[in-house]
């Protein structure tokens, strides 16, 4: 076999055609020519070197086909999915969960499952039952299983929690993604659909669904990154939770020097004890009412001319610990604060004297309908005033007679754009305001859980369930944040463009390859920016891993 090549007059004058040849013998042994294949017009070298390049495909015995022959069989997502696969093999996932719900007796492969959950919470969220859609239509991987072992998934991991969290905070340590120790802690609710839980209980909703049973969870971050959390029932008190989490991050993850951050919700007396009795430095906001050293404190002024600043205006001395009182404040916060102060004065008062006109009309008979009732009157009256309700003192009698509270007036005023922290740190005021500031990344992360991460709907009634299901969350959570840490990009960009990364399976009537389709410069950048090694362009599926 090989390349031959003909001349031909065409009206552009000479031209050399290919063709691929083979010598044979007829039946009276004579040795003949036919042609196998003709190739096309030789144009350049580079169709020349192209052609003899045929010839060897096809002495190596490589099927060729004829276009109209081909079929495209399916075409699925593939580059988002090897992405998310890789990071979990490179950074230990794959490996310490595997090893921890692996010889449990159970009839199916339970991380292959728990792995093909995993990249769907990543890519795009959704129930069980669409999971199981996605593996049997769309996965990349051909998995022969049932919905239920979904389930039964879920109950293997969610069974080895607390040792996946463990390992995992070493592994990250050790991938140097935690190289700031400092723990940001808060907490945020869900609500359930459907059949209600156990733990699912009413509380306050931070949805603001207080029609709605909740549950609560509860998430340390360090470095941006998801290192433990705690799903708790939906009537669950802030300011109680912190105990038990700290025991888990002095037990469980071992952590022996960090710095704890946390919002004015967590702050009680017994909650800096707790800290200061395992000896972690803390900074916790302070509550702005109902406590009286921190109204007397935060009517104080706070020195320099910084639009966002901070000074020590107080400390004290307990037991072995010194808390020192942090009053910040921050200038734009705080204009924009007064003129929104003045405008819900205005705004209240106009409200309130409508209502009055109106119950007035109504209790003279003059209006339609039933005459308004004191109750009526001052139901509506809370319905105006909602938060401002400390900003009046409302009296209901034959008519409706308000006043500002100048007390109340004055201390909102004199708290405009400012917050207090208690701090047991040796931080200096500035960088004292500046970590508390970073507790934003955990709110940053609740916002992704709800939207992109889709924690909702919750629909398992067993607790066990309710629990995994939010574990499998913060697990894709930890992935997203790993992808913008490498990229410097959200994760849903990152993700975006490599799902245009598709695996196609081509038929014939002779055979059958599965092929990728060619990545583009920016999505090679992103898989260097990730460190791994793009998909190679190979025939078959297991090659392709």
Not at 457 to 471: E, G, L, Q, S
Request: net charge negative.
């Amino acid at each position: 076999m090989y390349l031959m090549t003909t001349k031909a007059e065409t009206k552009d004058g000479v031209r050399e055609y290919a063709k691929i040849v083979e010598s044979y013998r007829d039946e009276e042994g004579k040795v003949r020519k036919r042609v196998i294949q003709n190739l096309g017009p030789i144009r350049s070298e580079e169709d020349r070197e192209r052609f003899e390049q045929i010839v060897e495909e096809y002495e190596r015995g490589e099927n060729f086909v004829r276009l109209n022959d081909i079929m495209l069989e399916s075409c699925r997502e593939f580059g988002a999915t090897y992405a998310v696969e890789r990071l979990l093999e490179e950074y230990g996932i794959d490996e310490l969960v595997r090893e921890k719900v692996t010889d449990n007796g159970a009839e199916f492969d339970v991380w292959k499952v728990l792995r093909a959950m995993l990249v769907k919470q990543v890519l795009e969220p959704s129930s069980e039952r669409e999971t199981f859609e996605w593996i049997e239509e769309d996965y990349a991987r051909d998995l022969d299983i049932n919905q239920h072992h979904l389930y039964r998934a879920l109950d293997y991991l969610i069974s080895e929690k607390e040792k996946i969290e463990r390992d995992l905070f070493e592994r990250l340590g050790k991938e140097s993604l935690l190289e700031d120790m400092t723990a940001f802690y808060d907490l945020t609710s869900s609500y359930l659909e459907g059949t209600v839980c156990d733990l699912a209980l009413y509380g306050y909703s931070r949805d603001h669904r207080s029609d709605r049973p909740q549950v609560v969870l509860a998430l340390v971050m360090m470095d941006g990154m998801p290192v433990m959390h705690e799903v708790l029932p939906g009537n669950t008190l802030d300011k109680t939770t912190l105990e038990g989490l700290v025991e888990d991050l002095e037990n469980n993850l071992q952590v022996e020097e960090t710095v704890f951050v946390a919002d004015r919700g967590l702050m009680s007396e017994d909650n800096m004890e707790t800290c200061e009795k395992v000896e972690y430095p803390y900074i916790l906001g302070v509550p702005r009412r109902k406590n009286e050293k921190a109204e007397e404190l935060l009517r104080k002024e706070v020195p320099g001319k910084d639009s966002q600043r901070a000074c020590e205006i107080h400390r004290e001395e307990v037991d072995d610990a010194t808390r020192r009182y942090v009053l910040c404040l921050d200038e734009k916060t705080r204009k924009e604060r007064l003129e929104t102060l003045d405008e819900v004065r205005e705004e209240k008062q106009k409200e309130l004297q409508e209502l009055k006109d109106g119950f007035e009309k109504s209790r003279s008979r003059e209006g339609r309908g039933r005459p308004m009732t004191k109750n009526g009157a001052m139901n509506r009256v809370k319905k105006i005033l909602g938060k401002s309700k400390r900003l009046f003192d409302v009296n209901i009698e034959e008519t409706i007679e308000w006043e500002l509270d100048e007390e109340e007036w004055n201390y909102e005023q004199a708290i405009a754009g400012k917050f207090l922290l208690v701090t047991t740190t040796s931080l200096k005021p500035n960088k004292t305001m500046e970590k508390y500031k970073e507790l934003g990344t955990v709110e940053r992360a609740f916002d992704k859980i709800k939207n992109s991460l889709e924690i909702r709907p919750i629909y398992h009634y067993k607790p066990h369930r309710v629990k995994a299901h939010i574990f499998l969350c913060i697990l894709g959570l930890l992935i997203h944040k790993i992808i913008e840490k490498l990229t410097d990009k959200t994760a849903e960009t990152i993700l975006k463009q490599l799902k245009r990364i598709h695996l196609t399976e081509l038929k014939t009537p002779e055979i059958s390859r599965r092929k990728l389709t060619q990545s583009n410069s920016r999505q090679e950048e992103i898989f260097e920016k990730l460190d791994i090694t793009p998909p190679k362009e190979l025939k078959i599926q297991e090659d392709l891993w």
